[in-house]
């Protein structure tokens, strides 16, 4: 949504709204004063009959060029930004100033409105004074009821001027709302709205009917007037006051309700919108009362939405890369039976793993490879790539596995260096023709290996740190014999034995090897999916912590297959 570009009569019709302002409360007053049950009243249309009526538009007319004088002078700064915003750069200092003066201005030209008739009061009340003859009564009448011109005055003035800045001005100057965070301002939240409002609607025509029945008291006091003519005088000022509040009272409330009612009914409209899974709607924000700063937080939302949007969408991305590094089946081996799943806790993960053939190796030979990077995420889906990369690319050159894995953790150590990050892994040879298995563990935990014959089990273990912590750390090999048919060997992650229910328990090692144990008789698809299926029960419903990565290998009769 491009901004509002600033257009050149804007604050024309602030000059109107206020002079609206002032009018309105000089008419009222007169209307008041016409009905109004005091002997000044009546020696008042006489001085303006005989023609004294020529003070009124010098009265006008001064108060008019006070209002102008001081309005301007307090627009100032808004007025400089709009001139400049046409064709030069705008300095921070007269930005920051004019922001701040345009929320101020409600508030600031109804203080100024009030002042400058408190000032006029004090100049043409002794001026009457000199023209009419007045009593004490009436000499402290006058002065009240120019007083309450500018109270009227500047009730409205209030009123109209904030809803012109909020439709007109603030677009211009906050076109991506944030009027909250805006520094020096007074915030016109709704509560002093609305009791700016009922101070309008009620202080006012209370302090009039107050303070007219006590000048027309303290005046009668001294003359003889009928209470029957004195008490109709007073109904009729009454009835009058209460039709001329009514009609500002609901004006000014229909301002007000509809400051408040806008923001709600906009607001309303980008919910439904985003509701619908349009994410790139904005609320219009145009004030910094409560309304504003919800506004600014439901913009913030979608924005925060969006994003998450789009990363949800790059990790999609990713989660389709790194489930296409890993196999997409099992290889086929002549005397071997193959079952492997990773189970990623985030889209994308840490752990590894894959099956390497090298090409010095027979046909019934298998490198297979397991690996888990410390966190997960998209950070340690990426060490793995690269851990991933360095393997495939080294286990096809000379060197038995000890080396290899040696020269990975050398060129590993390099990309960890500033992330702090590492590798665990076990590389694992399984050599038919010779019988035997051939080890290096990095960091890892060992291979679980089960002799059904026996029925013993045997951990793989061996030394050798995390891979990216040590550059200059040799890796051994290990080496052990008598492979034969029904042998099991499982390999996996800690994200399957320190796996946690919702008693905080851990799962552990116990149950895959009571699981290998009871159905050693399966083949490895099946002694996988009871672990696994274990593993979720054991959970029930909580979700992993970490990856899970389960690699089981069954030797089997090599005339078999």
Known sequence: MEPPKPAENSLSGLYIRNYAANLSGQLIIALLNFWTPLEFITV????????????????????????????????????????????????????????????????????????????LDIIFTPLLHSLISMTKSSLFYNFFRILMVGMIASFISFFLIDEYVREKLVPVFFPRGQLAAQPGTLKISILRRIRILFGAGTNAPMVLLVGTIGFAVWEVSSADIPAKEFGLNILIFAILLYIIFVTVALILNFLVGKSILKPIKEMMRVVGRVRDGDLHQKVRVITNDELGILGDGLNEMTDGLLERQRMQQDLNLAKEFQQALLPRENPKVNGLDIAAQTVYCDETGGDCYDFIKSAEQGKDQLNVVVGDVSGHGIPAALLMATGRALLRQRSVLDGNIGQIVTDVNRQLCIDCEESSGFMTLFYLTIDQDNKILRWV????????????????????????????????????????????????????????????????????????????HQYADEDAKGILTACLYSLEKFQDGVPPEDDITLIVIKIIDRKQN
């Open 44 to 119: 008042w249309k006489k001085f303006i009959a005989d023609g004294g009526w020529i003070l009124i538009p010098i009265f006008i007319l001064s108060a008019a060029i006070l209002a102008t004088i001081f309005q301007y002078c307090v627009q100032r700064p808004i007025s400089d930004y709009l001139k400049r915003s046409n064709n030069s750069v705008i300095g921070p200092n007269l930005e920051a100033k004019a922001k701040k003066r345009l929320l101020n201005l409600p508030i600031l030209i109804g203080v100024i409105n009030l002042a400058m008739w408190f000032g």
């Open 441 to 516: 563990r990095a960091g890892h935990d060992p291979g679980i290996f089960y002799n059904p014959q026996k029925g013993e089990f045997e951990e793989l273990h061996g030394e050798g740190m995390a891979l990216g912590v040590n550059d200059s750390h040799e890796y051994e090999e290990y080496t052990r014999g008598g492979l034969a048919a029904g042998q099991i060997i499982v390999l996996g992650t800690d994200g399957v034995w320190e796996a946690r229910n919702s008693k905080a328990e851990m799962f552990g090692k116990g149950p895959i090897y009571r699981i290998i």
